[in-house]
């Protein structure tokens, strides 16, 4: 292969890689629009926390794979508080969904402080696991296992989603309750157990994102910032609560930014948010949702 | 009739004596309060009167302060007043040139389509330095001003002045939005917000009457924005065209009361108390504010605002039962 | 009782210290310059950052612009940190002489969040409401920008101690009151192109944040090339965003681009990310920069993949210097959270800041006095030796300070850590080749 064709098929992988990185994050953000109709601003925090509860769970037990299991879980459990308790009796207030935006607006101001209240304002480094370390060579192209195994995660997580979406008995109510939450409510089902669970199921894919993104950058309060912007312009352009057309739109985005920094550097923050009011303007749902 | 008045005739004493009674660190604060009021109330016709959540209202007042640097630092001897409204008309023109997308979404798609167009316009102004110094922004012009020839000249340094200034363009226009809000086209915008659909089949023109909703609002946030860059003689991209810019005046709406006119000034007065109480503890103030949010979110969601109107009723009720009990015994 | 037992204690301490300063005053006065004692510094034992108190009564205000709170609340605790260290070395020592009296120093926090208008109004609150006598600040040339104008319009002594721009005392911008302590971005690029001049790197890639200062930082790399290495060629050069993600697409492009070496401006958390996916993908290049010495990201690529990094600095303590290693080892007693690497070592930019702070309350102290306008007197063309011994001297005509600057080549093993490569020879880059020139414009350089 030619040096010029492996900078392109380098390029395509980052693309790749990013844009499944940016969908583990997304997912769960279209996951719980399209399913309560709220849009979590507090999802990139939940991303962030989760970096830094990887740092602390790796101090304590030196498992990488210990912290992915951990960590994850610990921000569903606060994913789900934060949907019972609050998220809740906001929804009640009767001020429609400004009232749910700010309320993980407030969360999201509140977990960035605790953050640095507990683990300081130091940036912290998690190495990637000795397992995922080094390289691997793809047709004469030497790319780092790591980023590769971000891939093959976030493929697992996807299927792991599909599986429960449209394999089981949950996932039929949850499908359901997206399409229709009264008509489910009446036939008998507990929908407000249902939405609990959806949130937490959306938190911990935040919190998978944050444990897998850890390894290559460094852990600090501002962390989700950046990815959880990208994640909403995913969300936008997939279509809100389309988890196809939020894959299809990170895998876009991803290649973007990729070739973006290739051929035109200068303007590559520019074509996102672009491509944003672009699809908006002509299709206000999304490329694939249906509701707006 | 008279009742009116008299509030209206006291509350602009106070406002007349406040510089001479503070120092010029409380005067500031107060065209902070007027330049943010003023900033929420233009949006609060977006939200509370039209239904509409915007998440770039940023975009406005942006255009109108980088307006107001860049007359002032390029066209000198420019009366100030007209500098200002120019750059309020800019922003009002962005609304207008944004309108025929603007006005097509509703709901989330519109918070998300003023999102984008927000983060477009940052990005953007980040990337022409050449025009907008980036991050180092525009500073440092004279400000000419505020003269009519051979009557008076006011120097916009001086605290009392700027504050005279900024408190009387936002007490215009305030006033202009609430009465815009008593107009026949303000009802037709309550109608849209409470049922586009019946609006239309009335026969009244949704799509003419958002976009001029849209140019109003965003006309008055710019002015909002003008009157920043005179104030603190600079301007630049994090400050006046940042996400949190558009935030804002959306916690003030929020804290203020949504779904009334008053509750966005109340709203910018309580934070900016806020800010200034929370300034001993600079490491905990956003984690109060934080906190702040959410409680009024799950305890008071109409706002500050809704709290005497329910002390109100709390009172009488009391003071009924007492009744009730006298007359009992 | 625990307290005035301390006073008693302290000020026992403090006599004694006196004594020892005395006793060598007159050899000093025979002729070695004016500058930093570090033999004079006072027992640190037991030092909090976080538990500093301001003395009362008639003290010197200092007020610190930093953001304290805000994704960059990491800026503001560094300055703390080190303002409360040097405030309390010298409130230990009994303060300065000012007025004919002992004062010691207060610190006042202005939170400027990293946003000009809040900035301007700490600065009005300092100078307004606690009435400060010293603004002390800040990163970002935007908002000392700020603070400068601040500073002329309440007459106000200010230090910059944080904003690398060159053209901050140019111009309108020059205020008496300003002075600019930290060494400017005509100095780094002078600084590293004066030591490649004389090492094989010929092709270097520029990746610098895609804003003012990055933007500045590049414009200044290049101008010291073209002076000092004519031959050097630039093969690349490209601007990420601030706070970037995904370095892997620059990478790309820079290992296409045959580059020797990376120069990058970038300061943490860019800088380490920057460096942690190069080495993860297999890039081994050195990169040349200003803020390389975060010893966390260092560790993350340990030893190997930190080996060649090219760090330079206005101030690097050398380990080999007696003096200095005892300066640095009465330095590195820090309480948690702050006993990490970021303070222990005596950085560029902690050390900086200290130097700046001691030679300013040094002049305030020869000046007899905390008016502004005696400081400056006494400050402009003044000469003093810096922490590590070097020659400053404060331009009288634009308050800019004359200095060597100093370059290094992390190496493994060295006497720092043994999980990194870390410094050990330093180069000198003497002050003729660095300095900023004097401004044409200004009348008050001729």
Redesign the interface.
Known sequence: MSPETQMYLAQGIHGLAYGMLLFLVASGLTLIFGMMGILNIAHGAFFMLSAYLCVTVLGATGSYWLSLLIAPLGVALLGILVERFMLRRAQASGMGHIAELLLTLGVSLVLAEAVKLTWGTEGLQVNVPSALAGLVNIAGLEYPIYRLFIIVLSLVVLALLSLVLFKTRLGTIVRAAVSDPGMVSALGVNTQIVFMLVFGLGSWMAGVAGVAAAPILTVFPGLGDQIGMDAFVVVVVGGFGSLFGALLAALFLGELNAFGIQFIPKLSPVLMFSFMALVLAFKPTGLFGERE | MKRPVVWLAGALAVLAAIPFVF???HT?LMV?LAIEALFAVSLNLL?SYTGL?SFGHALYFGVGAYGAALILTHLQGIPILVAVLLSALAAALVGLVLSP?LV??????F???T???G??MF??C??F?EVT?????I??WTTPPLALPGLFSLDLRQPVNIYFFAVGLACLGILAMWFFTKTPMGSVMISIRDNQKRVDYLGYQVVLTKAVIFCFSGFFAGLAGAV?AVF???V?V??VLH?MVS?QP??AI?VGG?GTFFGPILGSGLLLLLEEVT?AY??????I??????L???FL?GGAISFGARLRAWWRKRAYLRKARESEA | MRVLQRTIWWGVAATVLLGVTLGTGPAQAAGAARGFNASAVADMTGFDPAKFENPSGDVVKIGVLAPFSGDAASVGQIYWATGTWVASDINRRGGITVDGKKKKIALIKGDTMGKPANTKQAVEKLCLQDKVDVLWGTAGSHLTAIIQAEADKYKKLHLNSGSLSDTLMEGKAFTPYTFQHIWTTHSVGATLAKFFATRQERKFYILNQDYVFGHELAESFKAGLKKYVPDAQIVGEDFHPLFNKDFAPYLTKVKASGAEMIFTGDWIPDSSNLLKQSRQMGINLPVAGIFLDDINGLIAVGPEGSKGLVFASELLINFQDGIQHKWHEAWKTWAAPYNTPLYEWLGSTTGAYAESLYWLLDAMERAGSADAEKVIKVWEGDEWTGLIGQKLTMRACDHRVVRDTYVTEFVSPNKWYKDCAFMDKITTIPAEFVTLPQPKDSSRCK
């Open positions: 120092g010029p660190l500031n902070r939200l959540l997308l097509r979404v509703r709901a989330t798609a918070t998300m389509l999102l984008a167009f983060q477009l990005v953007l980040s990337k330095r110094g980036g991050e180092d922004g500073m440092g920043y603190n003689n600079l630049s994090g400050g996400i935030f959306l916690m929020l949504i300034q600079p490491e905990l103030a956003l984690m504010s934080g906190v702040i949010f959410i009024v979110v799950m969601p």
